[in-house]
T-cell receptor, first 114, second 114 residues
Framework: ETGVTQSPTHLIKTRGQQVTLRCSSQ?????VSWYQQALGQGPQFIFQ???????GRGNFPPRFSGLQFPNYSSELNVNALELDDSALYLC?????????????FGPGTRLLVL | AQSVTQPDIHITVSEGASLELRCNYS??????LFWYVQSPGQGLQLLLK??????LVQGIKGFEAEFKRSQSSFNLRKPSVHWSDAAEYFC????????????FGTGTRLTVIP
């Protein structure tokens, strides 16, 4: 069974650019959540996708957007990058979107904005 | 609103000694509680979770946690720490409504000395 995978592992962008991060969910999982983890902090919820629809969103501006595809893989897009967007971006998948469903995390993508 | 507090930013223990990591939560009803571990440069691995029932929960790698409703706590314990346990530990509570996202604490970094 393949776990959650993310690409790329690292990338460097400059302020104002746009970035797309990718996530493949664990086999059989239809729900994907994205989190931002700033240095020295716990992960913060960005949004969740369930069966290709946005299922909830945290306190992040609209320049953070996402997609989920029919195979349940997902993308996180960030426009107009700011220095504070530098962080580890974590993707997590779960079997469903019900309360208490265990989320399984990928290794993350580390983004540096210069 | 849900929140999690991990009062200890950094804990140092000797190999073979016992360990307790503290976690306090804020939640209006019966919470869904989780402990995750993060090794340097890695994603989050689930150690254990509490949904209901027995308040003492067993997890992987010899960890256990006890849910105490009266103290709003969910402390993580291990009777004998191994050098490989050195990592960052995060306590999380599941959302009560909407998406089944997690609210994380700021983490406790564990150092193990030989």
């Amino acid at each position: 069974e393949t776990g959650v995978t993310q690409s790329p592992t690292h990338l460097i962008k400059t302020r104002g650019q746009q970035v797309t991060l990718r996530c493949s969910s664990q086999s059989g999982h239809n729900t994907v959540s994205w989190y931002q983890q700033a240095l020295g902090q716990g992960p913060q919820f960005i949004f969740q996708y369930y069966r290709e629809e946005e299922n909830g969103r945290g306190n992040f501006p609209p320049r953070f957007s996402g997609l989920q595809f029919p195979n349940y893989s997902s993308e996180l897009n960030v426009n107009a990058l700011e220095l504070d967007d530098s962080a580890l971006y974590l993707c997590a998948s779960s079997l469903a979107a019900g309360r208490g469903e265990t989320q399984y995390f990928g290794p993350g993508t580390r983004l540096l904005v210069l | 609103a849900q929140s999690v507090t991990q009062p200890d930013i950094h804990i140092t223990v000797s190999e073979g000694a016992s360990l307790e990591l503290r976690c306090n939560y804020s939640y209006g009803a019966t919470p869904y509680l989780f402990w995750y571990v993060q090794s340097p440069g890695q994603g989050l691995q689930l150690l254990l979770k509490y949904f209901s029932g027995d308040t003492l929960v067993q997890g992987i790698k010899g960890f256990e946690a006890e849910f105490k409703r009266s103290q709003s706590s969910f402390n993580l314990r291990k009777p004998s720490v191994h050098w490989s346990d050195a990592a960052e530990y995060f306590c999380a509570v599941g959302a009560s409504t909407g998406a089944n996202n997690l609210f994380f604490g700021t983490g406790t970094r564990l150092t193990v000395i030989p």
